[in-house]
T-cell receptor, first 110, second 114 residues
Framework: QKEVEQNSGPLSVPEGAIASLNCTYS??????FFWYRQYSGKSPELIMF????GDKEDGRFTAQLNKASQYVSLLIRDSQPSDSATYLC??????????FGDGTTLTVKP | EAGVTQFPSHSVIEKGQTVTLRCDPI?????LYWYRRVMGKEIKFLLH????????ESGMPNNRFLAERTGGTYSTLKVQPAELEDSGVYFC????????????FGPGTRLLVL
């Protein structure tokens, strides 16, 4: 079992729809959770981070964390073609290493 | 403020040769991390420096990889001798402080070993 698992892609949604990306993790000691966006050939770019159970909203993005279920998700509202990218879930137990999932490729069709 | 920079952006070498990758973290960031993504796999942790000290090198694949951060500023990652399976994208990231702060990633070095 992988330490961080993301829903298999690719995920395709029409422009304006809500895209839902999911991630589960195995280390119960994980304290912080990150969503990165990576365009092809580029470096990961931080979109959201969340530390506490519940929802965290930033513009069109909402991160949801449920530590009891070891589950974190990212919702993208009003999806735009420019949101098309690979989304990486990463978890950290402390100030050290991040553990990444394989990523989910999202395509937003105009 | 300048972001994390890496050099070179691309490197193509032959099996058995040596390659040295460089990372300049964001100024003032004590934490520096090396990660690697090989084709078709997830990004994997290699090691973590706090200033000039290796905090965690559990992800280093073998003794052909040597990382240094003399002076606690920039870091180098040397692969000697390179093997075919070392091909991939090597990312460097940095973060500030000892708390669980955001890691900022550099653009990566794309290494191809032929």
């Amino acid at each position: 079992q992988k330490e961080v698992e993301q829903n298999s892609g690719p995920l395709s949604v029409p422009e304006g729809a809500i895209a839902s990306l999911n991630c589960t993790y195995s280390d119960r000691g994980s304290q912080s959770f990150f969503w990165y966006r990576q365009y092809s050939g580029k470096s990961p770019e931080l979109i959201m981070f969340i530390y506490s159970n519940g929802d965290k909203e930033d513009g069109r993005f909402t991160a949801q964390l449920n530590k009891a279920s070891q589950y974190v998700s990212l919702l993208i509202r009003d999806s735009q073609p420019s949101d098309s990218a690979t989304y990486l879930c990463a978890v950290r137990a402390n100030a050290g290493k991040s553990t990444f999932g394989d990523g989910t490729t999202l395509t937003v069709k105009p | 403020e300048a972001g994390v920079t890496q050099f070179p952006s691309h490197s193509v070498i032959e099996k058995g040769q040596t390659v040295t990758l460089r990372c300049d973290p964001i100024s003032g960031h004590d934490n520096l991390y090396w990660y690697r993504r090989v084709m078709g796999k997830e990004i994997k942790f290699l090691l973590h420096f706090v200033k000039e000290s290796k905090q965690d090198e559990s992800g280093m694949p073998n003794n052909r990889f040597l990382a240094e951060r003399t002076g606690g500023t920039y870091s180098t990652l040397k692969v000697q001798p390179a093997e075919l399976e070392d091909s991939g994208v090597y990312f460097c990231a940095s973060s500030h402080g000892s708390s669980v702060s955001t890691q900022y990633f550099g653009p990566g070095t794309r290494l191809l070993v032929l």
